[in-house]
């Protein structure tokens, strides 16, 4: 029982680093980030979102995120809310086939300028954050309790019961 208290307090805690989420501005919203970045330059925050472009440098990787509110881990818990986009700077290379549009994403980092950017047929100003740390969510995939391979998986009890049906009584 005391191993399993001690699993569901580890899947309990955050996905960012403790000695990182002692530096955030816990009082900083992403709204009061997106309208003025400057005036909040070099202010830790972490946020959460989705992935919408990822590009590669030599040195560095610039991802494009849709922001989303965080869930109590980090994780963007409703993508149907957001107050916007931001940029996200790494200074590792992060691999275009792993980070890839559509993941989730958590991000902490600091504030460091703003950007402006084409959006379409518009210019979009994105907050651009100094990734200190980022967390990319994994992809859960449902077991669907009628997919092919849910029925296949007890063929064998299927394959039993119809062949006894099918067994041919020896007459006398």
Same mark, same amino acid.
């Given at each position: 029982m005391f191993t399993a208290l001690l699993f569901w307090i580890a899947g309990c805690a955050s996905v960012i680093s403790k000695q990182v989420r002692k530096q955030?501005? @816990?009082d900083v919203t992403f709204a009061e980030v997106l309208k003025d970045p400057e005036?909040? +330059?070099?202010?830790?925050i972490v946020l959460s979102g989705i992935i919408i472009d990822v590009k590669n %440098? *030599?040195?560095? %990787?610039?991802?494009?995120v849709l922001q989303s509110p965080a869930g109590f881990r980090g994780e963007p +818990?409703?993508?149907d809310k957001s107050e916007g986009r931001f940029l996200a700077l790494g200074d590792r290379y992060l691999d275009t086939k792993t980070y890839t549009k559509g993941r989730s994403i958590t991000v902490a980092g600091t504030v460091q300028e703003k950007r402006i950017l084409p959006l379409g047929k518009t210019e979009y100003t994105y907050p651009l954050i100094r990734v200190n740390e980022?967390?990319?969510?994994?992809?859960?995939r449902r077991h669907?309790?009628? @997919?092919?391979? @849910?029925? *296949?998986?007890y063929y064998w009890w299927r394959r039993?019961?119809?062949h006894q049906r099918r067994l041919p009584? +020896?007459?006398r």
């Amino acid at each position: 029982m005391f191993t399993a208290l001690l699993f569901w307090i580890a899947g309990c805690a955050s996905v960012i680093s403790k000695q990182v989420r002692k530096q955030v501005s @816990s009082d900083v919203t992403f709204a009061e980030v997106l309208k003025d970045p400057e005036h909040y +330059k070099d202010q830790m925050i972490v946020l959460s979102g989705i992935i919408i472009d990822v590009k590669n %440098t *030599n040195e560095e %990787t610039l991802l494009e995120v849709l922001q989303s509110p965080a869930g109590f881990r980090g994780e963007p +818990k409703d993508i149907d809310k957001s107050e916007g986009r931001f940029l996200a700077l790494g200074d590792r290379y992060l691999d275009t086939k792993t980070y890839t549009k559509g993941r989730s994403i958590t991000v902490a980092g600091t504030v460091q300028e703003k950007r402006i950017l084409p959006l379409g047929k518009t210019e979009y100003t994105y907050p651009l954050i100094r990734v200190n740390e980022i967390y990319l969510w994994p992809i859960i995939r449902r077991h669907h309790p009628y @997919s092919y391979y @849910s029925y *296949n998986r007890y063929y064998w009890w299927r394959r039993s019961l119809l062949h006894q049906r099918r067994l041919p009584r +020896k007459s006398r």
